[in-house]
C-alpha cells in the first residue's frame, strides 16, 4: 500500500502531522509493506528565494492579525507539538521560501534518503536557533548530508535551478487535482484521502480501512488448464513421464 503526503516544510501543522501519523504506522500491524511517499506544497509558492522575515511578522501581514493573537498561535502549536513529543520554537523562527527544500527532497527520494531529511527539515525549521532560510546553501548542504546525501550531489542540484524543479511543480498540479488546498493532506492508495493534523488514531482507521479494501489478487489463467508447474509447501510437482 501507498500512501502519499503532501506537505512544507514552513507548514507547522505538517511537522505534527507526520509525528502523528508516524505513530499510527508505527503501531500498524502492515507496516513494513506500506511505502510512504512525501510530495512537495508549497504555502506560498510566491516569496523569492531571499525573501525571509520572522515568522510572527508573516503571520500579522498574511492573515491580518495582531502580534500578541499570532504569537498566542505559536505558543498552542508548541503545546501539540510538545505533546507528540517535538521540540518548538515559539519565538525567533523566520519563514521563507521553501523550494529548494523540496528540490532536495526529490533528490533524496531517488536514494531512499527521503523519510530521513524531511525529518531533519523539520527538525531545524521548527526547533533549532540555526535557520534554513538565512543562512544560504551550505546550511541545506549540511542537513542534506546529515540525511545521508552526498555533498557533491546536493551542491549540484542547489546550484542548478532546473534540477528537479519540474517535479516539485509535477506534485503541485497533482495536489490541485486531487483537491488539496492546504497540507498536510494524506493520501491512501489514490482511494482515501486525510486532510490536516488528525490525531493518531484516526491515520490508524485510514490505513486499517485502506488495507482492509484492496481489491484481492486475480490470477491471469484462474486456474485455468491446471496451471502451471509451480514450488509449494509441500514441494516441487515433479513431471511423469
Known amino acids: 500500500m501507498r500512501v502519499e503526503i503532501w506537505t512544507d516544510i514552513a507548514c507547522p501543522w505538517c511537522y505534527v502531522g507526520k509525528a502523528r501519523f508516524d505513530k499510527a504506522l508505527e503501531a500498524f500491524p502492515h507496516r513494513d509493506q506500506v511505502e510512504v511517499v512525501h510530495r512537495s506544497f508549497e504555502l506560498d509558492p510566491s516569496l523569492a528565494k531571499g525573501d525571509i522575515q520572522p515568522v510572527i511578522s508573516m503571520l500579522t501581514k498574511k492573515y491580518g492579525m495582531s502580534e500578541a493573537q499570532a504569537q498566542a498561535g505559536e505558543e498552542n502549536l508548541g503545546a501539540q507539538a ?3 513529543g517535538l521540540e518548538y520554537r ?3 523562527r523566520d519563514n521563507g521560501n521553501t523550494f529548494d527544500m523540496h528540490r532536495l527532497l526529490h533528490l533524496a527520494k531517488e536514494q531512499g534518503r527521503q523519510d530521513e531529511l524531511i525529518q531533519i527539515l523539520y527538525r531545524a525549521n521548527f526547533a533549532e536557533e540555526r535557520s534554513v532560510f538565512s543562512e544560504g546553501d551550505e546550511r541545506l548542504v549540511e542537513l542534506a548530508v546529515e540525511a545521508g546525501l552526498d ?18 511543480r509535477a506534485d503541485e498540479r497533482e495536489a490541485a487535482e486531487l483537491g488539496a488546498n492546504g497540507v498536510p493532506f494524506f493520501v491512501l492508495d489514490r482511494k482515501y484521502g486525510v486532510s490536516g493534523a488528525q490525531p493518531a488514531e484516526v491515520f490508524a482507521q485510514a490505513l486499517t480501512q485502506a488495507w482492509g479494501e484492496r481489491p484481492p489478487l486475480k490470477l491471469l ?14 514441494g516441487c510437482a515433479v513431471p511423469q513421464h
Open 151 to 168: 555533498a557533491a550531489d546536493v551542491r549540484k542540484v542547489l546550484t542548478d535551478p532546473t534540477a528537479y524543479a519540474d517535479e516539485v
Open 82 to 84: 510538545a505533546a507528540e
Open 221 to 234: 489463467d484462474d486456474g485455468a488448464a491446471g496451471g502451471a508447474d509451480a514450488c509449494g509447501p509441500d
Open 90 to 92: 515559539t519565538r525567533g
